[in-house]
């Protein structure tokens, strides 16, 4: 079996790391219990393994046997019982119950965001929820899934995955009004049997209001139950004016960090890394173009996928000139970074107005009906609550801006033009 094992692992290891890390280790393997049971050489060793090898280790392991088997460690060296030290196990599942992919191994770090991640890990630790809850805050394509998943997947090699609850605002909120008929007390009774709540895009319970006291509800529970709760969002929560108070105080009582958006040097890590994982053919100067042009993530995947597929099925060999037929044929378009003020400038150019008449206090009808049409849309497409949007609008009182969206909500319903116009305006927002 161990020689096996090594066959696989040489697809993703040199035969020097192979030499380092694997060779040292006692294997006993039982298929009728699926188990495998890995031996140490001395305690140094395993502690060691535990902090740099462990997680690739298992995720390859994961690949070579299948869902369902445990692994047990055990350090039982001779020197060590010499030195009176005492031998110890440790016994964990192998599965990833949401995503093979979600490790802290392949998560890319460097000092920028060495404490969001070495909190996240004390986190999937367990040691009596001393962050609780944890947020993480960072922009689209971060990594906030990602590490949330990661968390998720390390907290279930020691506890049954049924009792982690991972979803999206969006989902949970589909828990309450789908699942359970909009039941709350169903609904609530069945959250609040899960030992772990993960919520990822904690910042759309902006476009769910009556949710925040059922929240609070859930909070209380988990928190006085010392039950981990970890959110996901794209902002810090303190700036978050749509939250209710009592929620938002409660939020601050755990530790949150803020992911940075992902580097050159970090770009150039992952793709590195899945060139590797792929076994693509790229070129150091094809990688650095990658890194340069998509600086999200995502595209980055979609990309790399496309490269992938191109070999698979069409060119086993990629010339340059298909990598750049690719790449011509490939746009990155951002969709997480639309803000009210180019909400602002698109109205002001349809309008033909200067951006600061929209902000400011004159009546003209031209300019007023600019204002309202801004203010509706900026409600419509960034969910921003009356309050927020005053501000944004250079101080306004909530009931002008309820005024103004109210009015152009009633005035689109009967006039065919207001609606397309509104409809044109939307889309150049988008692409803008």
């Known amino acids: ?33 699926k188990r495998i049971t890995v031996g140490f050489p001395h305690a140094f060793f395993a502690k060691w393994f535990e902090n740099e090898i462990q997680d690739k ?27 009176g030290v005492q031998p110890s196990e440790v016994i964990k599942r192998i599965d990833f119950p949401f995503g093979q992919e979600f490790t802290f191994e392949t998560f890319l770090i460097n000092k920028k965001n060495y404490f969001p991640i070495a909190s996240a890990k004390e986190v999937a630790k367990q040691s009596g929820s001393l962050f609780n809850p944890f947020i993480i805050c960072g922009p689209g394509g971060s990594g906030k899934t990602h590490l949330l998943k990661s968390v998720g997947n390390e907290i279930s090699k020691k506890n049954d995955y049924s009792t982690i609850f991972m979803g999206s605002m ?31 895009d904690f910042h759309k319970i902006r476009e769910y ?3 925040q006291q059922e929240l609070i509800n859930i909070f209380n529970h988990f928190y006085d139950n010392k039950k981990q709760m970890m959110f996901a969002c794209r902002d810090k929560v ?23 958006e992902p580097d050159l040097e970090i770009r150039v890590g992952y793709i590195q890394h899945q060139v590797r994982m792929k076994q693509l053919s790229l070129s150091k100067e094809q990688i650095l173009t990658l890194a340069q042009r998509f600086s999200d993530f995502r595209y980055l995947q979609g990309i790399l996928l496309k490269l992938f597929a191109y070999k698979e099925l069409v060119k086993k060999d990629l010339t340059q000139k298909d990598f750049d037929h690719i790449l011509a044929n490939t746009e990155e378009k951002a969709t997480d970074d639309l803000t009210a003020k180019k909400i602002m400038l698109v109205v002001s150019e349809h309008f ?17 009906q600019a204002r ?30 309820l005024y103004s969206v109210k009015k ?5 319903e009967d006039d065919f033009e207001l609606k397309q116009l509104l409809k044109t305006l939307k889309n150049k927002c988008r692409m803008s």
């Open 1 to 33: 079996m161990k020689q096996s094992l090594r066959q696989h692992l040489i697809q993703t290891c040199t035969e020097e790391e192979l030499n380092r890390w694997f060779d040292p280790l006692h294997f006993v393997y039982t298929e009728e219990n």
């Open 57 to 83: 280790f298992e995720a390859q392991l994961n690949m070579f046997l299948g869902n369902g088997y445990l692994v047990s460690y055990q350090n039982n060296g001779s020197s060590d019982r010499t030195m």
């Open 170 to 200: 969006d989902e949970l909120n589909s828990l309450y009004t789908i699942r359970f008929k909009g039941d709350p007390f169903k609904a609530r009774n069945h959250l609040l049997e899960y030992d772990f709540l993960f919520i990822d």
């Open 209 to 211: 209001p009556h949710f």
């Open 238 to 260: 303190t700036t978050y004016d749509f939250l209710d108070s009592s929620l938002q105080s409660r939020l601050g009582w755990g530790l949150i960090v803020t992911l940075k």
């Open 352 to 368: 033909n107005i200067h951006i600061k008449d929209l902000v400011g206090t004159k009546r003209h009808q031209h300019i007023a």
């Open 372 to 401: 309202q049409v801004a203010m509706y849309l900026c409600r419509q497409m960034l969910s921003f609550s009356y309050p927020s949007l005053g501000r944004s609008f250079g101080g306004k009182d909530h009931s002008t801006v």
């Open 408 to 412: 152009i909500e009633q005035l689109q």
